[in-house]
């Protein structure tokens, strides 16, 4: 595991998961364990999912209430995990779920919105450009960070927020749209507030749930104007044709956007459907299908954000 950060070691994990190779995935996950003492709650989970796909239902029971035991947790929909039906009808399961609910309602009521940002380094001078980069459902603003920092060198202000919706511990979500659309306010107002930023080039980023909801607010408009999108392998709408009624208005006022996702995504049908829609009432989005790839970040994503920023503002 030397050099290797937990992003890479997750892209593996569910690049062998994908394939079925669950036992070689296990394997992983518990040689790199102790090079990631942090995320401890996540590989517990994914311990435990893969024991359960194995048919090791005890190991798999037991890995949950140890990982419990030292005060980690999981929300009752990532419990609900279908890699986990094999024990979902024992009694030892559904009392770890219980527990895990009560910690996370606790936890929930003490928990608050976030932001992070950052400014370019060195002769870049401001006010800057901003890239208001989501997190995706699951994931957290510091740990995504790494994704969208090639930004700044490019000149760009990078704000990264950070929802106040538990999904699990140090894990959060963009379920609740109203409210996810009432702290990206909050936090759209302290950047201009309180740094140099350029408020009239503006650009949504994300990944996943979070590169959906840029879409969708970008389309929109509101909270606050954007001048495009860039999207990592968004996840499917439950309401396209809602989305898909936004996009006229959006291209009218300029709206570029560029969507990067893979082969094996899950969601890619209904990525490729949405883009289609943008093309036929004539809005600019670039669409990269990445031979090979799942529902992940590409290997040379700091390109592929250069040219996205390029294509939505130009030189």
């Not at 399961?93 to 003490?110: G, L």
């Not at 699951?138 to 969208?148: I, L, P, Q, S, T």
């Not at 963009?174 to 503006?202: F, I, K, Y």
């Not at 082969?263 to 670039?286: F, I, K, N, Q, V």
Request: charged fraction near 25%; glycine fraction near 8%; include cysteine.
């Amino acid at each position: 595991m030397s050099g290797e950060t937990f992003v890479e070691v997750r892209r593996q994990v569910f690049a062998l998961y994908g394939e079925g190779r669950y036992r070689e995935a296990l394997d992983l996950v518990s040689s790199a364990r102790q090079a990631f003492p942090d995320q401890d709650g996540t590989m517990s989970f994914w311990t435990a999912c893969l024991q359960s796909r194995l048919g090791l239902a005890d190991e798999a029971v037991a890995t949950l209430r140890d990982a419990r035991g030292r005060g980690r947790w999981w929300s009752a929909q990532q419990l609900e995990d279908g890699d986990l039906d094999l024990i979902r009808g024992r009694t030892d399961f559904q009392a770890i779920v219980a527990d895990c609910e009560k910690a996370r309602a606790a936890a929930q009521a003490e928990t608050k919105p976030e932001l992070i940002v950052r400014t370019p380094p060195g002769a870049h001078r401001g006010p800057f450009p901003v890239l208001f980069a989501l997190h995706g459902r699951a994931g957290n603003a510091r740990d995504f960070e790494v994704r969208w920092a090639p930004a700044l060198n490019l000149g760009f202000l990078l704000a990264l927020p950070q929802s106040s919706q538990l999904f699990g511990p140090d894990a959060f979500a963009w379920d609740d749209r109203d409210l996810a659309t009432r702290e990206l306010a909050d936090a759209h107002a302290t950047v201009l507030a309180s740094h140099p930023a350029d408020g009239n080039r503006l650009v949504f980023a994300g990944f996943s749930q979070g590169a959906a909801l840029a879409i969708r607010l970008c389309l929109q408009g509101e909270p606050f104007a954007s001048r495009g999108f860039v999207a990592v392998a968004p996840s499917a709408y439950r309401d396209p044709d809602a989305v898909a009624a936004l996009v006229h208005p959006a291209a009218r006022r300029g709206v570029r956007g560029w969507i990067v996702t893979g082969e094996t995504d899950y969601a890619r049908p209904s990525t490729e459907t949405l883009h289609a829609e943008m093309t036929r009432r004539g809005l600019a989005c670039s669409l990269d299908v990445r031979q090979g790839l799942g529902h992940e970040f590409p290997p040379d994503f700091p390109s592929i954000l250069e040219a996205a920023l390029l294509h939505i503002l130009g030189p």
